[in-house]
Antibody
Framework: EVQLVQSGAEVKKPGESLKISCEAS????????IGWVRQRPGKGLEWMGI????????RYSPSFRGQVTLSADKSINTAYLQWSSLKASDTAMYYC???????????????WGQGTLVTVSS | QSVLTQPPSASGTPGQRVTISCSGS????????VNWYQQLPGAAPKLLIY???QWASGVPDRFSGSRSGTSASLAISGLQSEDEADYYC???????????FGGGTKLTVL
């Protein structure tokens, strides 16, 4: 059974760093992209970027490039999303999801983590 | 403003058929397939429809998707109270070189 299990809720102060995780199981971690999606309180879904554990290929949304870093540890089938300096505006739920690629123009996210709530407040 | 445009709300009574639209452009819906996600209150998004009209695993055939040109739609027939949720369309955008979501449609079952 495919599962993505995310780390627990975090409460941080502005300027602090943070790394949240997404542990995958039930499939070949190295051969599927992992995507990250932000959802601010009461708002819609925003795509942040994707990471390919097999070769560490990374694509960022223009809105998030330079603001976050995506990475993974293949030895423990875990993907990461990290910030070096959090802002209050980073307060949101963050989801990881497995990307399936059917063709060059057809892909989707079939399994999602339960989400990690990040609260940034002074 | 989202790149893909959805109505903010939709509603229907049990048993009715409801349609949710998703409007885009040639750089997204016009050139890439559309996927639909359902987000129940307090839960993570769940894949409903992929590649415009394919059911994700376990999704009842009351849900159906279609795409025409630069627009797509999700239809829900035989509406049930458990269908009350937020629905999002999504597609890759060539110009932005990223995935774009619609703003979401909140479906209320009256």
């Amino acid at each position: 059974e495919v599962q993505l299990v995310q780390s627990g809720a975090e409460v941080k102060k502005p300027g602090e760093s943070l790394k949240i995780s997404c542990e995958a199981s039930g499939y070949s971690f190295n051969t599927h992209w992992i995507g990250w999606v932000r959802q601010r309180p009461g708002k819609g879904l925003e795509w942040m970027g994707i990471f390919y554990p097999g070769d560490s290929d990374t694509r960022y949304s223009p809105s998030f490039r330079g603001q976050v870093t995506l990475s993974a540890d293949k030895s423990i089938n875990t993907a990461y999303l990290q910030w070096s300096s959090l802002k209050a505006s980073d307060t949101a739920m963050y989801y990881c999801a497995r990307r399936v690629v059917l063709t060059a123009s057809a892909y989707f996210y079939d399994y999602w983590g339960q989400g990690t709530l990040v609260t940034v407040s002074s | 403003q989202s790149v893909l445009t959805q109505p903010p709300s939709a509603s229907g009574t049990p048993g009715q058929r409801v349609t949710i639209s998703c409007s885009g452009s040639s750089s997204n819906i016009g050139s890439h397939t559309v996927n639909w996600y359902q987000q129940l209150p307090g839960a993570a998004p769940k894949l409903l429809i992929y590649s415009n009209n394919q059911w994700a695993s376990g999704v009842p055939d009351r849900f159906s998707g279609s795409r025409s040109g630069t627009s797509a739609s999700l239809a829900i027939s035989g509406l049930q109270s458990e269908d009350e949720a937020d629905y999002y369309c999504a597609a890759w955008d060539e110009s932005l070189n990223g995935l774009v979501f619609g703003g979401g449609t909140k479906l209320t079952v009256l």
